[in-house]
């Protein structure tokens, strides 16, 4: 069987990638940024971190800020709404 | 890259030689109805034409204005009733030169008249419609409009993203894309607006989703209380700027060129975003492809079947279990950069190469199973 890609990275600026399939803890994901152990199961359709982001940060998809980081979190972490907050009003300013 | 296309008098490019029964007010869309199935002929009902106000009486002029003059629309049976808001004849000269015929409900005297009355005049109409011939028109002519339904988790992950590609490319090779679904843009205006050619731009783009989340709160509505939505959340989408990105992401990543109104008549080449009226996701399509659009591609998740009587759509989803059970339904299998076996540029390359054999004349889903929907919405204020 072909090894096929289990994740998508939509623009190369992001620092989220988002799963193709179900990736349950401690597995290993090859990506062009290196190998990336999975911390905790990421269901289909979720964001993992490729790199390891400090509360304040911003979480990156489409090449563009789509929320903030509310933890310290390492590269691997699923990043979603218990450690990420909306920036709406933020991103609605021109 | 070329494909083959019908030249219209005033210089636009049709896909498609449509003969249209169109009825000006939904008093006469039992006779229009009638006569389409007798005929076999495209059909425009709506529930307008009568009793509309200001902003929403010129609105539904402008769609069925656009609708006659649409350049896949080769000629059109114009059905009134006789005392209705839209005149019938008015309207039938709007469509300028094309071949065109009207009939009145009361000046004909009655139903059956009318049904007699409209089919020999869609048999005359079909005699000089024919006569239109495709000739060979570079893929610059064409005007894409972009809509989604039925979404799921793969919309805003590979199909949106897929037509995006698609959109980058038609304009790159200087065609039009058009980007509806003014509510849905809320969570993206920001970035939206950077990406306007003007600052001015920019600051409409923002304002018209303004004018959209006050008209939703005066309705009890919140776009950004209500997003994202329990069951986004549950399918991996995390803030309503995600949401939001996602959707817009169907305009690919070139700059915004301008703001068009509802059904406003599509001039200009790139980009464009249309302000698209309050209503279900079919007065979106119906505002874009009255303003010119050719050819819709249509993201869906679960699927999709809405077809349009004025333009060919071409459903696309990422996902497979929908591509397998709803075949009569998808025209585009995008599942491949689902299943990791396909890039998203790659894909969008191949989705480019089916807008160009449908706007060669391969029949899409919808138009195969006689998919007919049309919905003219409403002008949001405030």
Known sequence: MTKHRRYIIIDERDNVATTIEDIDDNEIVTTDRGDIRIVQHIPFGHKFALEDMEAGDYVIKYGERIGRVTATLTKGSHVHVHNVEDIVDEVRKN | ?382
């Not at chain 2, 160009?356 to 929907?373: Q, Y």
């Open chain 2, 1 to 382: 890259m070329k494909f083959m296309g019908y030249r219209r008098n005033d210089g636009r490019v049709g896909v498609r030689n449509y003969v249209l029964v169109v009825s000006t007010v939904f008093c006469g869309s039992s006779v229009a109805q009638k006569i389409a199935a007798l005929t076999d002929t495209a059909l425009v009902t709506h529930q307008g034409g009568c009793g509309q106000l200001g902003p929403d009486k010129e609105h539904t002029l402008e769609i069925l204005t656009g609708v006659v003059t649409h350049p896949n629309v080769g000629g059109v049976l114009v059905v009134g009733l006789g005392c209705e808001q839209v005149d019938a004849k008015e309207l039938m000269a709007a469509a300028d030169g094309k071949p065109a015929r009207y009939l009145s409900i009361h000046d004909v005297g009655g139903n059956q008249n009318a049904e007699k009355s409209g089919v020999q005049l869609v048999n005359e109409l079909k005699l000089e419609v024919e006569k239109a011939k495709r000739v060979p028109v570079g893929i610059d002519e064409l005007i894409i409009a972009t809509q989604c339904g039925s979404s799921d988790t793969g919309s805003g992950l590979a199909s949106n993203p897929v037509v995006g590609e698609l959109a980058d490319l038609m304009v790159g090779a200087g065609g039009t894309v058009i980007l509806g679904e003014t509510g849905s843009l809320y969570g993206a205006a920001g970035l939206m607006a950077r990406r306007a050619v003007t600052p001015e731009l920019g600051q409409r783009i923002i304002e018209i989703t303004n004018v959209r989340e006050r008209h939703y709160k005066r309705m009890g509505k919140s776009i950004k209380e209500a997003n994202p939505t329990p069951g986004n959340i549950e399918g991996g989408l995390t803030t309503l700027v995600e949401k939001s990105l996602g959707g817009v992401r169907k305009g690919g990543t070139t700059p915004i060129q301008g703001l068009l109104k509802p059904g406003e008549k599509i001039m200009g080449k790139g980009l464009w975003v249309m302000d698209t009226s309050l209503g279900l996701g079919a007065c979106a399509s119906a505002d874009m492809l009255a303003g010119g659009a050719q050819i819709m591609a249509y993201t869906t998740g679960k699927g999709n079947p809405v077809g349009s009587p004025i333009a060919p759509v071409i459903k696309i989803t990422a996902t497979r279990e929908t591509v397998t059970t709803l075949d009569d339904i998808i025209d585009f299998d995008a599942s491949p950069v689902l299943l990791g076996n396909e890039t998203l540029k790659d894909c969008g390359r191949r989705l480019l190469e089916e807008v160009r054999r449908v706007a060669d004349g391969d029949i899409t889903k919808s138009e195969k199973f006689g998919s007919n929907i049309f919905a003219i919405g409403s002008i949001a204020v405030g």
